[in-house]
């Protein structure tokens, strides 16, 4: 059924796409990493992960379409998940676990409600090369590579049609600040819904298109405004149901915590030529074997020539 779904979302995506491609245009770009090294100086559980975003449409006007497929946003992913021990997990502790993904969202407005609707594809398993790629890393810096037994029983190869879809509406809090609350269902590689509030405090994000980055939970810039200058200072929190994941399969014995944390506060800036965003985010524990919850560290830098 997720199969289907995602096949139909797709093709329903790229069929305006194609059709429309005359009066589309590239409309901004937007990337986040997310590292626990950029937060606790740990190396474990939601370890790292890349997002990349690149969004197409007709002109920006400040504001989202109404019309869903208007505006088409391109995401590719990469994500890595590992034991606290690299080299001899203990037992029940998370398997290893690495996740490509590439997808398909539509931003759109109805009313007064943001939407956010989107079908992506997961790779997971040793076919998508990313535990190599973290041994070879590893040994380049100097730091404890995850052991060949290790990786040999990471999650396997496999293909996971997701489908995900956030709900939203901005309150402003005078001129300068705003609370968006908001809920998201997702299917696929994990099965969940979250609930969560985020706060904006200053001008950058306003007139722009930010998305969200699956691990942290902060919100990215895509489409710009250059024209706001200076800094804008967010926190967000939010609390997830899930009942089914790819990484912790119950089949092998993990049980599910009962709910899924995160608390997030980070900063924007903006300058004439350059902009950049970090931010902080809490992780609460995801199975009930899990040792420590965790606090990982989320980075962009932009330099504009």
């Given amino acids: 059924m997720f199969r289907l779904i995602a096949v139909m979302l797709i093709a329903s995506f790229i069929a305006p796409s194609v059709a429309d491609a005359a009066d589309r245009s590239r409309l901004g770009y937007g990337r986040l990493i997310t590292n626990d090294f950029l937060g606790d100086l740990q ?13 197409w449409g007709p002109e920006w006007t400040g504001r989202l379409p109404t ?10 992913g990469m994500e890595v998940l590992a034991p606290e021990d690299l080299v001899t997990p203990a037992a029940g502790t998370r398997p290893w676990a690495g996740a490509l993904s590439a997808g398909i969202h539509s931003h759109y407005r109805h009313r007064s409600v943001e939407y956010a609707v989107g079908a992506a594809i997961y790779m997971t398993g040793p076919q998508n090369g990313l535990g190599r790629l973290q041994q070879q890393f590893h040994e ?3 730091d404890t590579p995850p052991s060949d037994a290790t990786l ?7 293909f996971h049609p997701t489908v995900r879809m956030e709900a939203a509406r901005v309150f402003d809090l005078g001129t300068s600040s705003t609370i968006r609350p908001f809920i998201e269902g997702q299917a696929g590689i994990e099965n969940l819904m979250r609930a969560g509030v985020d706060f904006t405090y200053g001008n950058i994000g306003k007139g722009e298109l930010l998305v969200r980055d699956h691990t942290s939970g902060h919100r990215y810039r895509v489409i710009q405004n250059s024209a706001n200058k200076g800094f804008s200072f967010v926190a967000g929190a939010d609390i997830a149901y899930v009942n089914d994941s790819t990484f912790l399969p119950q089949n092998r014995g993990y049980n599910l915590t009962d709910h899924r944390d995160r608390a997030r506060v980070g900063v924007h800036w903006q300058g004439e030529d350059a902009s950049a965003f970090y931010g902080v985010t809490w992780l609460g524990k995801e199975y009930d074997a899990q040792p420590n919850d965790q606090v990982v560290g989320s980075l962009r830098v932009n330099f504009n020539f």
């Fill in 43 to 55: 190396d474990r559980e939601r370890t790292g992960s890349v997002m990349s975003s690149r969004v």
């Fill in 152 to 158: 040999n029983a990471q999650i396997g190869n496999g």
């Fill in 67 to 76: 019309g869903f497929g208007d505006l088409i946003e391109l995401r590719l």
């Fill in 140 to 142: 380049l810096i100097g």
